[in-house]
């Protein structure tokens, strides 16, 4: 049996990310003293796809999806190792773009109420059009300058159970 279903969505995904332990490496190799910078992203907008299931004799049910979102992409910073930089916000993104999501994954029966899942999901997003970076600056002032891209690309595997009771 073989079901194509379109679908249709609104996504939101945040990213937290810390750098400490830096190195710097112009004029010489040195650790960056207490590095603790900071960079949250939210990417979010409206979706559409198309996910294919394809049934084998009841005992396998295998998946397959495809995604293209358009996302809005913000982004603040923290960049704590240069004095001239405001704190705790350095600088902010702003930018428009679109990604890509393939998911496959197989389903296997393995008893009446046992089934092992496996899937494989890939995701490469750009935020690219309409970019803007604003740095801000210890002395009060600001100045906005094109951001070229954005790039967010992740590859997951996941392995995994049902139990139906």
Request: net charge positive; aromatic share 14%.
């Amino acid at each position: 049996m073989i079901g194509l279903r379109p679908q249709l969505g609104v996504s939101y995904h945040a990213q937290n990310l810390k750098i400490v332990d830096g190195l710097q490496t112009i004029p010489t190799l040195q650790l960056i003293p207490e590095l603790d910078s900071s960079y949250r992203t939210e990417w979010f907008g409206p979706w559409v796809g198309l996910n294919g299931t394809l049934l084998f004799n009841h005992q396998s049910k295998l998946e397959v999806g495809i995604e293209y979102h358009y996302t809005f992409y913000n982004a603040t910073a923290n960049w704590n190792a240069r004095p001239d930089f405001m704190h705790p916000k350095s600088f902010t993104h702003q930018a428009e773009g679109g990604g890509i999501v393939y998911r496959i994954k197989n389903q296997i029966k393995l008893s009446k109420v046992l089934k092992l899942n496996l899937s494989l999901n890939y995701k490469d997003w750009r935020a690219n059009k309409k970019g803007i970076d604003k740095v801000f600056f210890s002395t009060g002032s600001s100045k906005e300058t094109k951001l070229n891209s954005v790039n967010w690309s992740s590859l997951g595997i996941n392995v995994g159970f049902n139990y139906s009771f």
